[in-house]
């Protein structure tokens, strides 16, 4: 008896990893190095021991607050994008996680302003029908990051049109690269040159 052969396993890739913006952490850094000025010239050089201990806890507090907290924050951070959904994670005690598939996603809008543009970053929104939107904050290189997401879009869309099981770049069997630091890509509906994902990515 002959059995129909087995549709390959599609698997879920990591096709990149975000922060916002490296510049955010320009006033931490500088802030952080003002507070250890200020405690290095005080510490020490007051007339009673308990101001000195109470100067070198406020700056120890001072630099928590404006320097490693916001630190620390930025790196907690992170939004991944595979092939089938987009992942927000935040929080350093307490962890939240978002996810976002990409067959819901009905339109994605990039909003920048003049700070943002001279950095080529800005803020992505992905609409969600009549959810509020999904926002990716201060996302560098945004103009690849909106095209490589329609296309992405465009390919979960084209699959659950044809009624596939989901969207998937590359599988298991294939051996394909998770990410393009590795120098992968994704196969799109429609190959239209000079826009494919591996252009874009490597523009990052």
Do not use: K
């Amino acid at each position: 008896m002959a059995f129909p052969p087995e549709a390959p396993v599609q698997v879920e890739v990591p096709i990149l990893s975000l922060r916002r913006h490296g510049r955010y952490l320009v006033l931490p850094a500088l802030l952080l190095l003002a507070v250890a000025a200020a405690a290095g010239f005080w510490v020490g050089a007051l007339p009673e021991p308990w101001m000195n201990w109470a100067a070198g806890a406020g700056g120890a507090l001072a630099a928590i607050l404006v320097g490693l907290g916001p630190i620390l924050g930025w790196m907690a951070t992170r939004t991944t994008i595979t092939n089938r959904r987009v992942i927000q994670r935040h929080g350093l005690l307490v962890h939240h996680r978002s996810e976002v598939p990409l067959s819901r996603v009905r339109s994605v809008h990039l909003r920048r302003g003049p700070v943002q543009r001279m950095f080529r970053s800005g803020d992505i929104e992905l609409l969600i029908g009549t959810e509020p939107a999904a926002v990716l904050r201060d996302v560098p290189g945004c103009v690849a990051v909106v095209d490589a997401l329609q296309e992405l879009i465009e390919h979960n869309f084209a699959l659950g049109a044809t009624g596939s099981t989901g969207g998937h770049i590359g599988s298991a069997s294939q051996g394909a690269p998770a990410g393009p630091g590795a120098g992968g890509g994704f196969a799109a509906p429609t190959h239209r040159p000079g826009n494919d994902a591996t252009t874009m990515f490597r523009g990052l």
